[in-house]
């Protein structure tokens, strides 16, 4: 085993080799090694089930101690290995957000994915056999992986519409939980069934086709449903509306009405998926919803939807590319998986856009799952808040539960010179108006008031530019009208915003018939997933004459670099002279760590003997002890474990971590940092400018936390104070038992309360959010972070490297030229004074890497002239534009996070 697991929730153990796992007959057990439960592992998972014999269920086979722990699949060699099972029964492996489980299923019919269960037995009967390191540890930091993205040519630029969205700011955030009718003491319905027709106002000029009162609590529609009433018999129709009521004791009296553009011209269809009538999936986009209900959140018009209608099993893998969608969550985007009967879980879904905020996460309007095979189905109105459950209420099991249910399908007739309806993509809307070929100049008043010219025109296109002046605007946040009107196309490319005051961020949307400029501020990351979590502020940076150079003539670079440790016997391996060269003249800014006292200074005086404005950091872990031995460090200061009675050293990789507990070890870190920064050139000036402390994710109030913020306060005020410090991930972080939060959360405002003492951040992982946050919204949070902090006068050290190989790099030079577009992209919609950029394969410096590998200055990127920004970045969509001198910038926010930047260079 090469790392020992640890007891502290804190810590991610890993583990090679092969995780054997022994069932007995009733499969019952966790995992365990040195009796604690795994946080992770990279382990050959091997199951022997030969003495199982309970039949299909569930078994929990490694639980995790925290929320982020995870055990990884793919980060093997070879597939988790079950043996052993009996006749007639099937498994597979799934990992779930609180440990890994084996499903074992009789072969045929399989529900969609095991449930969590609750307070499992603990029978470990486990071995591991250790397999060796073949794999160079992986030094700090750690860039995130880039998936290489197309080239898109910079011209001509694609020509969108403007993504309708609410006038008003809405947050975007997940769902939350819906304010419920009061629980009723008795199991009857709390009110009397609605009257369709005069209740709802929509309902006009429908005709029922389909019903079923009740819904039976554990239907078997597998050969057919058994409707209470049925009307086949209809004319071509044009719209298609559901209606749904509940009554139960957890959420009381609910219904909801929903209708839609019809999807089908097969009245047939419209009902619950059925083979034997000859429906098979139905999953696809739908226009023109209307919603009324009683629940909050889901009334509103001419909507933009989904549908998810099919008789069979499905995952949650996404499917159609609905945004905020999962690919571990059943929601409002998974995907049918077909088998030879044609039968399986089941699923009638209809999912609408938020109404209150049409970009963020869709709401399911209602589910009806589990319908095949005579077992407790799943039903609900609204989307499904419950912790543990899933959005679009799959493996619910809870039909039984409610006194009274009802599902009505209507259909309405097609009027006059209508098309017959068929499944067809949805068109961009156009406008009579003549384009306009010429720049269009929005001028703001300083209440926003436009005066448009010209005047109430608005064009179908815009083909040069649409310039909105902001110089006199001083309203700040709130909503601006451009234009009037239904929608127009544009190329995102042409808008350009300028003079505007600082600290705002922009955003062009439709709403109804106008075309509006969102304002909002850097400091409000409400619309955000767990964006509740921050709260507060932090103060502009006062002092900056200590602050590395900067130029808006080309990009401005910063650069981490390393040598890999000689062998033993072998003469130290150190930078070459044009190794020290090429980091002096090509970058601001650097750290460097891990390595003798001695040398860590002699590489730092060699730097500015070439460049004597250079600013190099220490690298200091806060973590983690490793690199070279420091002669006054104490190794009983470090954590460890007694196992089989032997002091075992709590380790990742080659880090062994502190035991912040002991006050000595933290007066010790602080100490040897001082005595860093304390040498000095014979000019005076010092020979390492300030510390960079990285990893710092700890709650507020630890010694951890405050061992970091004791160092930042005690460095000079000529000293750089720079950290791995702001992280979009963490608006909330896991709290002591009973904090009184979700899961123990605690907000933790992305890490901005350490930005007081510090003069900036390095940012990584950027696409790293929270567990459900889309990778997309991750990496625009932390772009906000960035840009928020350089408004405020502060360094932002950005990390475009799109991973970290060391040596052996599986990447070529043109693999390189692509994978620099997006990050480069995001790096110039953030960027201010003092913000710099970083892009490499490996922190590695040769003989075992070619130079384009780890330093990347000769990149055309870096040698084309940039020029001042011309104003901020606006965002419309899913696109981010910026203007400087001589480039306009594109950033395509992809929703897994792989993203696209365009260029056009003067």
């Not at 919609?829 to 970083?838: D, H, L, P, S, T």
Request: hydrophobic share 35%.
């Amino acid at each position: 085993m090469k790392d020992t697991p640890s007891v502290s929730a804190d810590v991610d153990s890993e583990m090679h080799g092969i995780l054997t796992y022994v069932l007995g007959p009733s499969g019952a057990g966790l995992v365990t090694v040195n009796g604690h439960l795994l946080i992770g592992a990279h382990a050959r998972l091997v199951v022997n089930a030969s003495a199982y014999s309970s039949g299909a269920t569930t078994i929990p086979l490694v639980k995790y101690i925290t929320k982020t722990g995870s055990f990884d699949l793919t980060d093997v060699d070879t597939a988790p290995v079950v043996t052993g099972l009996a006749a007639g029964l099937i498994s597979q492996i799934k990992t779930l957000s609180d440990g890994v489980y084996l499903e074992i299923l009789h072969d045929g019919v399989t529900p969609p994915s095991p449930p969590p269960l609750a307070n499992p037995t603990l029978v470990p009967t486990v071995t591991v056999t250790p397999a060796p390191q073949t794999t160079a540890p992986v030094d700090h930091p750690t860039p995130r992986p880039v998936t290489p993205v197309p080239f898109i040519p910079p011209t001509p630029a694609p020509i969108l519409p403007v993504t309708p969205a609410p006038q008003t700011i809405a947050p975007v955030a997940p769902p939350s939980p819906r304010p419920v009718t009061p629980i009723p003491t008795t199991a009857t319905p709390t009110s009397a069934p609605i009257d369709v027709v005069a209740t709802i106002s929509d309902s006009e000029g429908y005709a029922l086709v389909y019903e079923l009162d009740p819904i039976p609590a554990q239907p078997n529609f597998a050969t057919g449903v058994a409707y209470t009433r049925k009307n086949l018999d209809h004319p071509p129709f044009s719209r298609v509306a559901y209606f749904i009521e509940l009554d139960g004791v957890e959420f009381g009296h609910q219904w909801a009405w929903v209708s839609m553009d019809a999807f089908t011209d097969n009245v047939a269809f419209t009902g619950v998926p059925c083979p034997s009538c000859g429906q098979g999936t139905i999953q696809r986009s739908v226009t023109n919803v209307n919603v009324v209900s009683n629940v909050p959140e889901l009334d509103g018009t001419s909507l933009a939807g989904n549908i998810e209608f099919w008789p069979l099993n499905y995952a949650p893998d996404t499917s159609i590319g609905v945004a905020y969608a999962f690919d571990d969550l059943y929601d409002s985007d998974d995907t049918a998986v077909p088998n030879t009967s044609g039968i399986g879980y089941g699923s009638m879904q209809v999912h609408i856009e938020n109404p209150s905020n049409r970009s963020g996460p869709r709401q399911t309007v209602f589910a009806f799952n589990r319908f095949n095979k005579g077992l407790t189905a799943d039903l609900g109105i609204g989307t499904n808040t419950k912790v543990d459950g899933q959005p679009d209420w799959t493996l619910s099991y809870n039909a039984n539960t409610y006194t009274m249910s009802k599902l009505q399908v209507y259909v309405k007739e097609q009027g006059p010179g209508l098309p017959t309806v068929s499944p067809a993509p949805t068109v961009l809307l156009q406008t009579s108006s003549p384009v306009s070929s010429t720049k269009t100049v929005i001028t703001l008043g300083a209440s926003g008031v436009d005066t448009i010219s010209p005047d109430k025109v608005c064009p179908s296109q815009v083909t040069e530019e649409l310039l909105i002046d902001g110089s006199a605007y001083t309203a700040g946040v709130g909503t601006v009208i451009l234009y009037q009107c239904t929608s127009f196309e544009f190329d995102p490319m042409k808008i350009k915003l300028i003079d505007f005051p600082e600290g705002l961020w922009f955003e062009i949307m439709s709403s109804n018939n106008d075309v509006n400029l969102v304002i909002k501020s850097l400091t409000d990351y409400s619309e955000y997933y767990g964006g509740d979590g921050y709260s507060g502020d932090y103060p502009f940076q006062t002092s900056q004459e200590h602050y590395p150079d900067f130029s808006w003539d080309r990009v401005s670079k910063w650069v981490s670099y390393r040598k890999i440790p000689a062998k033993f016997g072998k003469p130290k391996n150190k930078f070459t002279p044009e190794e020290i060269e090429w980091i002096a003249n090509n970058n601001y800014m650097s750290w460097y760590g891990l390595d003798t006292v001695e040398y860590i200074l002699e590489l730092a005086k060699d730097i500015k003997k070439i460049n004597p404005k250079y600013k190099q950091l220490l690298y200091w872990n806060s973590y983690g002890y490793w690199g070279e031995k420091i002669d006054t460090f104490n190794e009983d200061w470090l954590k460890y474990e007694i196992i089989n009675g032997q002091r075992v050293h709590v380790t990742k990789g080659q880090r062994r971590f502190y035991n912040h507990s002991i006050p000595e070890m933290r007066q010790w870190w602080i100490d040897h940092a001082l005595s860093m920064i304390s040498h000095k050139l014979i000019n005076g000036d010092r020979v390492i400018n300030g510390v960079f402390s990285d990893a710092t994710r700890s709650n507020i109030g630890t010694d951890h936390s405050n061992m970091i913020e004791q160092l930042q306060n005690a460095l000079p005020a000529d000293c750089i104070k720079m950290g791995n410090f702001l992280r979009q991930r963490d608006s909330y972080r896991k709290g002591p038992p009973g904090s009184g939060y979700l899961h123990d959360l605690v907000p933790h405002n992305g890490n901005r309360w350490r930005m007081p003492y510090a003069d900036g951040s390095y940012l990584e992982n950027v696409h790293d959010g929270a567990k459900l946050q889309p990778k997309g919204e991750a990496g625009i949070v932390s772009m906000q972070l960035a840009r928020e902090a350089l408004w405020k006068g502060k360094i932002i050290f950005w990390n475009g490297a799109p991973f970290n190989c060391l040596t052996d790099c599986d990447v070529t030079e043109a693999d390189m030229r692509e994978y620099i577009k997006p990050t480069l992209a995001e790096y110039l919609i953030i960027v201010e004074k003092y913000g710099y950029y970083n892009f490499l394969a490996s922190t590695v410096a040769g003989p075992d890497n070619p130079r384009w590998i780890w330093e990347t200055s000769e990149m055309e990127e870096f040698n084309r002239s940039l020029g001042q920004p011309q104003g901020p970045p606006v965002r419309v969509g899913n696109k981010f534009t910026r203007h400087f001198e001589h480039v306009s910038v594109m950033l395509t926010v992809g929703n897994d996070g792989v993203n696209e930047g365009t260029f056009e260079w003067a």
